[in-house]
């Protein structure tokens, strides 16, 4: 008889063991009534400890600060070349290439403007343009009771606007109820004039 045999259950002691424990195993678990509040008095008891009742406290405590008389200087004018550097971003962010518009439409005027391409057989029509930084599934054209027709409304800015319709996700279409432009790379683009009388 070797070690191996020795300490190797037989089938039939596995059995009894089985049939000893699976009933204890399988058989609901019941806890006391009282269960639920001793565990929220133990983790009540033991937040304080792990978890400071207001971690941002540290930033109302009072400090002093020291700085050299040159410090100092420093300091304001790092902050005197933020704000002038600020300043300027916001200044350039207010240029575009639109042409000027004038009157109340100058006023954070915003125009809806409907979009309507009819392309029979298409599956799925996008609008890109100036826009919307010429993103691809950004503005999805709807297609209208008619079939082949495709629409979308857009809130535009007063000027000029540059566009295209994407078809099928493939097909470059321009616009041909407006005026079209072709860039330095020969890529067609519709134009519209969004606040102005007159149509470009």
């Not at 009157?103 to 057989?121: K, N, S, Y």
């Amino acid at each position: 008889m070797t070690d191996r045999d020795e300490i190797s259950p037989r089938a039939g002691d596995e059995q009894a063991f089985l049939d000893r424990v699976v009933p204890s195993l399988r058989a609901p678990e019941t806890l006391e009534s009282n269960f639920e509040a001793r565990v929220m008095a133990v983790a009540r008891a033991e937040a304080p400890r792990r978890y400071p009742r207001s971690p941002h406290r540290w930033w109302r405590r009072p400090r002093i600060v020291r700085l050299s008389p040159l410090g100092g200087l420093a300091l304001a004018a790092g902050f005197a070349g933020l704000v002038s550097l600020g300043t300027l971003a916001a200044a350039n962010g207010l240029r575009n290439d639109a042409p000027a518009v004038t009157g109340p439409e100058a006023i954070d005027t915003i125009h809806v403007v409907r979009f309507v391409l009819v392309a029979p057989g298409a599956r799925h029509v996008t609008l890109v343009g100036d826009f919307n930084a010429w993103a691809k599934e950004s503005t999805p054209l709807v297609a209208a009771a008619v079939e082949g027709v495709w629409s979308v409304s857009v809130p535009l800015l007063p000027g000029r606007h540059e566009y295209a319709f994407v078809v099928d996700g493939e097909r470059w279409v321009v616009d041909p109820m407006a005026a079209a432009v072709t860039d330095d790379f020969g890529t067609e683009t519709s134009i519209v004039t969004v606040g102005s009388d007159r149509a470009t």
